[in-house]
Nanobody, 123 residues
Framework: QVQLVESGGGLVQAGGSLRLSCAAS????????MGWFRQAPGKEREFVAA????????YDEDSVKGRFTISRDNAKNTMYLQMSSLKPEDTAVYYC????????????????WGQGTQVTVSS
């Protein structure tokens, strides 16, 4: 089994920054594609970003617009999402996920999920 635990969420003013972390269990972290998703109240879960074992990245440009950066530290079994210039529209529960195979942008492609961390951006 693979266990994922998100952290780093909180309350921040518009224009501020946060860095989310996702800690993964097991020795095979580097073999997995890792992704970030988010879900706002009453909204569907949406893709944010993903990163491959080799560091290749994919972003939802409509949502992120160059403000977010995804990264991973395979030695620490941890993935990060650096978020800058935050907007109230970014308010959501953020989930990390993991899968085998190539990068995917749909949640159904990911087998393992964390519990989520709340990000709230005030006006």
């Amino acid at each position: 089994q693979v266990q994922l635990v998100e952290s780093g969420g909180g309350l921040v003013q518009a224009g501020g920054s946060l860095r989310l972390s996702c800690a993964a269990s097991g020795r095979t972290f580097s073999s997995y594609v890792m992704g970030w998703f988010r879900q706002a109240p009453g909204k569907e879960r949406e893709f944010v970003a993903a990163i491959s074992w080799s560091g290749g990245t994919t972003y939802d440009e409509d949502s992120v617009k160059g403000r977010f950066t995804i990264s991973r530290d395979n030695a620490k079994n941890t993935m990060y999402l650096q978020m800058s210039s935050l907007k109230p529209e970014d308010t959501a529960v953020y989930y990390c996920a993991a899968r085998l195979g190539p990068i995917a942008t749909h949640g159904s492609g990911y087998r393992y999920w964390g519990q989520g961390t709340q990000v709230t951006v005030s006006s």
